[in-house]
């Protein structure tokens, strides 16, 4: 029998993870693999209020693709799906047909905009590389207008609203900028680790900061001017963020607006040689954080859908998704912070060093191995324009 060709769709954390931890096999020669993404980059998301707000920064950003597929023994794809095919083993996309025999499904998510008017024509999104440098240009051109009443405001309470909203005044005083961030539910980071003391600190940070909090928020439409409320209260902003909700990548192939659903060993329904995970995917399982959308989740999934793939081809027992997170940690502005790291609670700069810590970790691992010249590479200064 020929050797089992692995497809990976979607070079971001999940993506990346299971083809490191396939890498093995690869080189072992029991499959060959292809990584494919749109962009021949892999981005830290996890940065992107960064450049939402400084449209020059770049540093470590991104890494590219095709030497990270090389180093774990895959070959890089540049192409975008536009469909799926699971019937006949294949996926389309702009430049062609990928025939497969396993598939693993990682292409992440996509901004949700719950159907709210205007929302999508008069804000900006964090979600694509792309995305974010548009936000850090249109926050540069306010900044550069020399205005001292501008206003900025912020959908969306959680850790991206947060840390997008505390960058932005980092760049912006409060004598020049109002920033005022909305939140439909009536606690803030209603969906995190984080505890009463570190949910008190962040409000403490906003109010010394003068970042106006409006819990209890419901959003009704956006129009040029800014935001309307239920009720009819307009919150006026020359830039409005949209952070309130991330939905998987929609593809023909799919059923539309409906989540992609795996079982807990994280196989597609009626396809048990398809994996999916990361943002994409809806682990059926009863597991409290088997879904929270984090870059920290997508690698531990990416991980396991490597392990069981392998299980699966070696008719050996599957392992469920058991995921708790070790931590969570929000970064305000490039020098504070809050969060729990193994159960302890961290604040300041404590935390916001801990986080910065935390991605170098990350890139390091990602890119140990590689040769000097490639990291020498990723780490310069690109040349100014
Ligand atoms: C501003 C921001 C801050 C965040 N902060 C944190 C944080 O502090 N901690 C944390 O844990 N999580 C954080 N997250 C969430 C985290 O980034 C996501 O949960 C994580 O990236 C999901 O990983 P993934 O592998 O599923 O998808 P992604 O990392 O998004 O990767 C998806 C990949 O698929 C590719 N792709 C998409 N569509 C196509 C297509 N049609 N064809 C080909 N390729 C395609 C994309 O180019 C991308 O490379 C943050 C997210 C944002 C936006």
Redesign the pocket.
Known sequence: MATPHVLI?????????CLRALSRHLHGGEYTAAL????P???I?????ER?VWERRELLLRVPLPPLARAAGATFVQ????ALNLKDRRVE?KNGSHPYDRLVL?????IAYFDVPGAAEHTVS???YED?SACGRRLAALDASGRSDLRVAVCGAG??GL??AAMVRQRLPARRCEVVVLERSTEVLARSLCRPAQREYLRDYLRRREIELRLGATIQGVTEQGVTLDGGEMVGADLVYW?AG?RR?D?PGTAAGEPFRVNPYLQAEEHPEVFA????ATVQSDQEFANL??????VYL?TLAARNLWNYDHLRLLRPVRYRPIG????LGDLDGVGIVYGVGVTGKTAGAL?KANEVKYLAELCGGLPGSFLRRLTARPPAS
């Open positions: 769709l979607g070079g971001g954390y999940g993506g990346l993870a494919l993404d749109a962009t980059h892999h981005t998301k996890t940065r992107f209020h939402a192409d975008r799906i536009t996309g990682a292409l992440g998510g996509n964090l979600q694509t974010a850790v991206e840390e997008v952070c991330v990548v593809l995970l990361g943002d994409f959308a984090s870059a920290q989740r997508a990416g969570e940690l929000i970064g986080k």
